[in-house]
């Protein structure tokens, strides 16, 4: 019995470590993520804008680009473009379109933080950690649909902003093997980021289970 006793308080002693130490590794990261939330803002904002976008040519032409020393095979796919210009609403894309993921990795770790405080007081079914879990569910879906989005419109309003080429039209000399480049501005959901978006889901789901175990809890205490 005694010994039973024994082995019920170093369970117990070794749960609140492990939810310590998971708690502090929580807010370590989170103050890690605003960080570099920040970081990566201010780069954006005062270091020069570089983008991707297809580089596109007229029929049966190629662009002129080689070396000059031995022998070469050049693919041709996209083109890096940089650029020191204002690009406030290219800069503002950018800048959300990887903030998001930022901020769900911040969010995740507040989360994580809120559950370890329901088990350290034995209720870890409660409508704080349900609502985190939704929250966090819709936040991934979120960051799923339109990061990837952002991002590419930040590329076409960089690309409309310094006046670059998008359509064989708008190439001055066609006929002389000039080559433009393709952005794009509209929302696609073949490019969203389908395996997050899942994720979202699955949060989503998981706060519904919560909130099944939040009303069996709260049916419990109140037998007791």
């Known amino acids: 019995m005694k010994l039973e006793s024994t082995t019920q308080k170093l369970g117990h002693i070794g749960g609140r470590v492990f939810l ?5 590794i929580a807010a370590i990261a989170g103050l890690l993520g605003l960080m570099y939330l920040a970081m990566f803002t201010e780069y ?3 270091r020069d804008f570089a983008f991707e976008a297809s580089i596109a040519v007229p029929l049966d032409t190629v662009p002129n680009i080689h070396g000059t020393i031995g022998e070469s095979t050049v693919r041709y796919s996209t083109v890096l473009i940089e650029s020191n210009e204002a690009l406030l609403g290219a800069r503002t894309a950018a800048a959300v379109s990887e903030g998001l993921y930022f901020l769900l990795f911040i969010f995740g770790c507040i989360s994580v933080i809120l559950i370890c ?7 870890p079914f409660t409508v704080l950690a349900q609502w985190s879990l939704m929250g966090l569910g819709t936040l991934a879906a979120v960051t799923a649909l339109l990061s990837p989005w952002l991002k590419d419109l930040s590329s076409h309003l960089a690309a409309v902003a310094l006046g670059f080429p998008n359509n064989g039209q708008n190439v001055q000399d066609y006929s002389g093997g000039s080559s433009w480049i393709t952005t794009f501005a509209e929302f696609s959901f073949q490019d969203a980021n389908h395996a997050l978006l899942a994720l979202g889901i699955v949060l989503v789901l998981l ?7 939040t009303a ?9």
């Open 207 to 213: 706060s519904l289970i919560f909130r099944r175990g």
């Open 117 to 123: 405080r329901r088990l350290w007081k034995n209720k």
């Open 216 to 224: 069996m809890q709260d049916d419990a205490d109140g037998l007791v």
């Open 44 to 46: 954006r904002y005062t």
């Open 20 to 24: 310590a130490t998971t708690t502090t």
